[in-house]
């Protein structure tokens, strides 16, 4: 155990907790037993954005299997597609296994270092959630550890309700041991990509729309360009794709898979680097570099899924004051006032090294997973930005008030009531978890700023 500052990916509100890097069971019973009252949260890559996997004064365990000598603990079943799975593992070291057994991840998020803990805990989705939903719908059981310290084994026949409030529930019903999961067969580790360049708002979401063509792609998503104002308001480069056939492949070897990081982050950057004028010279460059019409191309895994994470400890970038990522859902008749945050923000002058628009699917049976169908948007912004919290409050309400909610994942700005007004079925959840954790031991910092804990359990004098 050793005390250790944490943040999450946004580098923002650190705090100091016992951290316990450990993948085996009787040592996290150990860490549970002798935890205090501020309790235990599991940790996986520490990809969320806010503090879902931060425990201020109490314990966190991380559960990850990078650079674990015995290799991955990875089971995949060449014939069903089912992988057997360790939660420590990260969706990186899977691909490299599977990717040349031609299978491919059901869901990734943008980036492939999250593990299947973290991604079963987020529920994440990725720029098939239109097509496919998010990552629980492929998981056909979960292996739980309990704050009792019993291990259960859940699956949607039979105990659904313990299960899907595991799926999505942000690490606050147990910590995830194992997964199964349903792969995708692939003929080639190489994605067909479709790119084109919107010039407004308006040829944007007529391009998404669910009655298009955007449904005949598996993959599809468009960065927006969020300081384009006038005429240009909300244009945007719309990139859409399937996984390549192995006709589609040139090589010899249609299967190759080779992810490697190529330029690290400068380790110390001034605040302010990535500001308006910077973010609106790279808009420029960006939207212009995009074909005007539309253009096939084929493109490799990490291109086209994980672009950023070709850029080692890239959330660096934003300095020491670090950034917030915001992403909000509207339903998808509400175009209205998707079109009026992007007006808010850009009129603003609100700049966003990476806005990304998505629609999304329907909803599935986890009360707490984020997708619905509807549209998302997703936004990062340098943290300490004169009125960004008054902004974001703004644009919480017209995304609330339309009957659309956050993502927790992504989290550190909304309030307790925003949560409770996005998630309606927030009570049930909260009462399946209490009665998975009667004592209230599973906690972290977003647990505790959004009151996903009942407050019946906050445990002696915390
Ligand atoms: C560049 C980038 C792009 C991203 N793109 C997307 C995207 O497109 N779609 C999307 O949905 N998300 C996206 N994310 C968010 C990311 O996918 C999620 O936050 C994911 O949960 C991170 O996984 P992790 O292993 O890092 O978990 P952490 O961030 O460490 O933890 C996340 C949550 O999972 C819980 N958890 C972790 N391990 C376990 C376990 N073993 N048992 C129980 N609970 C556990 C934690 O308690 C916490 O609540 C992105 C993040 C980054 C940095």
Redesign the pocket.
């Known amino acids: 155990m050793a005390l250790q500052r944490l943040s999450?990916?946004g580098r923002t509100a650190w705090t100091v907790a016992d951290l316990v890097h450990t993948n085996d069971v009787s040592e996290m019973k150990q860490v549970i037993n002798q935890s205090g009252a501020r309790g235990v949260?599991?940790?996986?890559?520490?990809?969320?954005?806010g503090a879902?996997?931060q425990n201020a004064g109490g314990s966190v365990l991380e559960?990850t299997a990078e650079g674990d000598p015995h290799g991955i603990d990875a089971l995949l079943d060449s014939t069903t597609g089912v992988l057997d799975v360790a939660?420590s593992v990260s969706l990186d070291s899977i691909l490299r296994m599977s990717v040349p057994r031609g299978w491919f991840v059901p869901v990734t998020?943008?980036?492939r270092f999250?593990?299947v803990?973290?991604?079963i805990?987020?529920d994440?989705?990725?720029k098939n959630h239109h097509f496919d939903g998010s990552f629980g719908q492929h998981v056909s059981s979960i292996t739980l550890l309990l704050a009792s310290g019993e291990v259960v084994e859940l699956t949607p026949r039979l105990n659904p309700e313990w299960f899907w409030a595991t799926v999505g529930g942000?690490?606050l019903t147990g910590?995830?041991l194992r997964a199964r999961v349903s792969m995708l067969p692939i003929e080639s580790s190489r994605v067909r990509v479709e790119t084109e360049r919107l010039t407004n708002f308006d040829a944007v979401c007529e391009a998404m729309s669910s009655d298009g063509a955007d449904n005949d792609y598996r993959y599809s998503v468009c960065w927006i360009d969020l300081l384009a104002t006038g005429p240009s308001m909300g244009r945007g480069v719309l990139t859409r794709g399937e996984h390549a056939s192995a006709a589609d492949v040139k090589d010899d070897d249609v299967l190759a898979y080779d992810p490697r990081l190529k330029v690290p982050a400068p380790s110390w950057v001034p605040n302010g680097l990535l500001n308006k004028w910077s973010i609106k010279a790279f808009n420029e460059v960006w939207y212009r570099k995009a074909p005007g019409s539309r253009h096939v191309s084929i493109e490799s895994i990490p291109q086209f899924f994980h672009p950023?994470d070709g850029v080692h400890q890239w959330n660096r970038l934003y300095g020491n004051q670090g950034f917030i990522q915001y992403q909000f859902i509207v339903p998808l008749d509400r175009i209205d006032v998707l079109r009026a945050v992007i007006e808010t923000f850009s009129s603003a002058g609100v700049a966003s090294f990476l806005a990304v628009l998505k629609r999304m699917g329907p909803q599935n049976l986890s009360p707490m997973s984020f997708p619905t169908e509807g549209w998302t948007l997703t936004l990062d912004i340098a943290a300490g930005i004169k009125g960004l919290p008054e902004l974001l409050s703004r644009v919480d309400n017209m995304v609330l008030d339309a009957g659309g909610r956050h993502y927790l994942?992504?989290d550190s700005h909304v309030s307790p009531t925003a949560v409770r007004r996005g998630y309606p079925r927030l009570d049930e959840w909260m009462h399946t978890r209490d009665a998975m954790d009667p004592n209230g031991l599973w906690r972290?910092d977003l647990a505790r700023r959004l009151g996903l804990v009942s407050a019946q359990h906050t445990r002696g004098n915390e």
């Open positions: 999450g990916w949260i599991a940790r996986g890559l520490g990809r969320s954005y879902a996997s559960i939660s998020p943008g980036t999250v593990t803990g973290g991604a805990a987020s994440v989705h990725g942000m690490g910590i995830i950023l994942a992504k972290s």
